[in-house]
């Protein structure tokens, strides 16, 4: 039965599951490099550690959560990364969205050392992270599955092991794809109800009621009514996974055309200056492109 973890980032989407790990008991060694959020994982029970290295040598599971690719691969394998002190026997989860190419090398080089990974990134955005209702799509040995699901448990509602190392990362890019596009979706819809002057609050609770309804319907067509683009989900971080589905599309020769449009999308909202607004911003695009704002 696993008691010590460490996890390490402690983000938007870090903190509340560090919390939830911590209410349901577990002893946590925590890393990151803002202070400000480590001290506030100390306040709530868990123990600081000045590194990667340090946050790994007293856990039975590590559990990374972290922007993008180069930083999950320096904190497992960079100097004073998890490789230096995480025991044989031990599991690595990066719950992080990253590339299959970056999952792989890191799984190969613990695997040398026999240590067990996953990669487990997960759906939901901040709020999903609040309420532990987290989707998470864990991919890797499934013995290492087994032993760390009662974590995931703890984390998420819908946990499922979609395959073998890398799986983990196809299913969030899968649905990463049919967010982006649901949400450019939403947006056209609100703007187009403006633009013929209907009320886009009065369509969309509409469309709650029928076939149109989705969680992005819910929360992300609600902030756009709002114009609340403070961030959930960032456009930086929604941008580095289209690219990272595009550039494997690319590779294995899949015609991606949605996902493509939405790519250009993101690089409009970067020109904006919206790399940290909150994805439901796609709609800020339509409505200058319409001359509307819902």
Known sequence: MIENVGFIGLGIMGQPMAGHLLKAGYRLWVYDVVEALLAKAVSNGATAAASPKEAAQNAEVVISMLPDSPIVEAVALGRDGVIESMPGGSIFV????????TTQKIADALKERGIAMLDAPVSGGDVGAIEANLTIMAGGPSEAFDRVRPLFQKMGKNVTHVGGTGAGQVAKACNQI???LTIEAVAEALVFAKKNGADPAKI?????????HSRVLELHGQRMIDHNFEPGGKVRLHKKDTEIALSVAKEIGVFLPGASMVGQIWNSLTAMGGLDWDHSAIVKVIEL???TEV
């Open 94 to 101: 990066d719950m992080s969205t990253t590339s299959i190419i």
């Open 178 to 180: 049919v967010v982006a």
């Open 204 to 212: 969309r609770e509409a469309m709650l009621g029928g076939f149109a």
């Open 289 to 291: 492109l319409s001359q």
